[in-house]
Nanobody, 123 residues
Framework: QVQLVESGGGLVQAGGSLRLSCAASGRTFSNYAMGWFRRAPGKEREFVAAVSWSGGTTSYADSVKGRFTISRGNAKNTVYLQMNSLKPEDTAVYSC????????????????WGQGTQVTVSS
């Protein structure tokens, strides 16, 4: 069974850092791009960051550019989201997703999703 499992969420003060991890299992994720999305209470899901299969191409939402860094582990089946200089508006449930082919900003283009991990940033 294919699974994406996120970890690393929690409560942090504004200005702090967290590192989210997403471990993929159940298949070989050759040629799969991976992304992070988030959903804040009462808001639509939004794109955060994405990385290509090779890890060589990354993209970010303007709201997190310069603060967040997405990367893949050496085994390519793990993706990380390093979040620095966190703000209260970053509070949301963060989910990782995978899609075969190039990375995308659009959540509907992703086939596989994790359950999500809560990130709460206090002011």
């Amino acid at each position: 069974q294919v699974q994406l499992v996120e970890s690393g969420g929690g409560l942090v003060q504004a200005g702090g850092s967290l590192r989210l991890s997403c471990a993929a299992s159940g298949r070989t994720f050759s040629n799969y791009a991976m992304g992070w999305f988030r959903r804040a209470p009462g808001k639509e899901r939004e794109f955060v960051a994405a990385v290509s299969w090779s890890g060589g191409t990354t993209s970010y939402a303007d709201s997190v550019k310069g603060r967040f860094t997405i990367s893949r582990g050496n085994a390519k089946n793990t993706v990380y989201l390093q979040m620095n200089s966190l703000k209260p508006e970053d509070t949301a449930v963060y989910s990782c997703a995978a899609r075969r082919g190039p990375s995308s900003f659009y959540s509907y283009e992703y086939d596989l999703w994790g359950q999500g991990t809560q990130v709460t940033v206090s002011s």
